[in-house]
């Protein structure tokens, strides 16, 4: 049970029994983003963000301007900064697909926690559901942008979309069922 308090009332809310699944596909999304981040986009910096390639094409000049050793994996570039244009055009490409995979499931984080979780007071099997739906859709879009570029993560897109789309249908349906006083 929690409480929202306004300015005017209180709501004292039950969440339904189902709720646990909801939050245990939010950890596992959570989860999933974190691997994601480390199997693809810190693994694919620190191959072509080496000591070795950062040393000899920058090292000097990092000395020089900052002082400091040239860090390591390249911060603060990001795959299209000063560091990726020493890259050969083929590392430069797969150093972005791995940076866009994680970036583009950052990017819709906010998204599909917010609305996951308000989904689930009211529909917690299905947001629960679609939870599933998006952490399969996500691994999918990773496979396809990692070996095939690009054009290989539509299936993933698409499917990751459409459960995003389902799940905020469903948070605006639960806010309708608040504002009509129904209780979940």
Known sequence: MFAIHTASTTVTMTLPDTYGWVIIAGAVLALELVLIGFCCAFRARFKYFNHEFLDKNFGDMH????GHTVPLSG????????????????????LNNAQRVHLNFVEFAPAIFLTLFLAGIYYPVTAAILGAIIIVARLVYTIGYMCGGPNWRIFGA???????FALIYFSIAGGCHFINGVKP
Request: aromatic letters at 20%.
């Open 158 to 164: 698409l499917f990751n979309h459409l459960g995003l």
């Open 63 to 66: 000395k020089e301007e900052t």
């Open 75 to 94: 911060y603060p570039d990001t795959g299209s900064g000063r560091y990726s244009q020493a890259l050969s055009y083929k590392d430069w490409y797969e």
